[in-house]
């Protein structure tokens, strides 16, 4: 157990509708990663939060946004669902958040995303 | 930008003997490799990681060494054990960790016959 916690485990929805995952870090960790994983893409960085502010972004798409709490907890919202949004979306957490300091990622369990 | 190549996208030893998955990285700047072990249905887990001022790193049964040169990195795994069946990643990145410059290789699924 990582210690990364996610909410929910499963979620199944029709296309165009709208949903969100929540992410809980490790007790201490200060940054929050998203990654999508899918069977032709493999893990995909999303974006980054560091605090409650966002620290780096990656193959996020304008449908997709995310927000860091402050109690450090964040959620991704996915909006205007397509079929290829499926996908095991993961959440990671570390220390540090990165920048100027060595760290490392630990993993939740992810949420498994079905658009019908 | 990084690039990272992993071999062998499917791997089967047997129970006992040893498995090896390589990486390659493109960027120098890379000096930090984590390998992650991803089981069914659960996320990625930090298995073992080197930083670029080593060349070799064990833990028990699970090793990585670390080439520069020619920029690669390779996991060890010996004496295997059917749980070590599941999906391996390897990654680089440049430390300070930068998410948004960590590359993930496509991963190695490992099955230990029996």
């Known amino acids: 157990d990582s210690g990364v916690t996610q909410t929910p485990k499963h979620l199944i929805t029709a296309t165009g509708q709208r949903v969100t995952l929540r992410c809980s870090p490790r007790?201490?960790?200060?940054?929050v990663y998203w990654y999508q994983q899918s069977l032709d893409q493999g893990l995909q960085f999303l974006i980054q939060?560091?605090?409650?502010?966002?620290?780096a972004k990656g193959n996020i798409l304008e449908r997709f946004s995310a927000q860091q709490f402050p109690d450090l907890h964040s959620e991704l919202n996915l909006s205007s669902l397509e079929l290829g949004d499926s996908a095991l979306y993961f959440c990671?957490?570390?220390?540090?958040?990165?920048?100027?300091?060595?760290?490392?990622?630990?993993f939740g369990p992810g949420t498994r995303l079905t658009v019908l | 930008g990084e690039n990272v190549e992993q071999h062998p996208s499917t791997l089967s030893v047997q129970e006992g003997d040893s498995a090896v998955i390589k990486c390659t990285y493109s960027?120098?700047?890379?000096?930090?490799f984590p390998w992650y072990k991803q089981e069914l249905g659960k996320g990625p887990q930090l298995i073992i990681d080197?930083?670029?001022?080593?060349g070799e790193k064990k833990d028990q049964r699970i090793a990585v060494t670390l080439n520069k040169t020619a920029k690669h990195f390779s996991l060890h795994i010996t004496e295997t054990q059917p749980e070590d069946s599941a999906v391996y990643f390897c990654?680089?990145?440049?430390?300070?960790?930068?998410?948004?410059?960590?590359?993930f290789g496509s991963g190695t699924r490992l099955s230990i016959r029996p």
């Open positions: 990671a957490s570390s220390p540090q958040g990165g920048r100027g300091v060595t760290d490392t990622q630990y």
């Open positions: 007790s201490g960790d200060l940054s």
């Open positions: 939060y560091y605090n409650g502010e966002e620290r």
């Open positions: 960027d120098s700047a890379s000096n930090y």
């Open positions: 080197i930083r670029s001022n080593v």
């Open positions: 990654a680089a990145s440049i430390a300070p960790l930068d998410a948004s410059k960590i590359i």
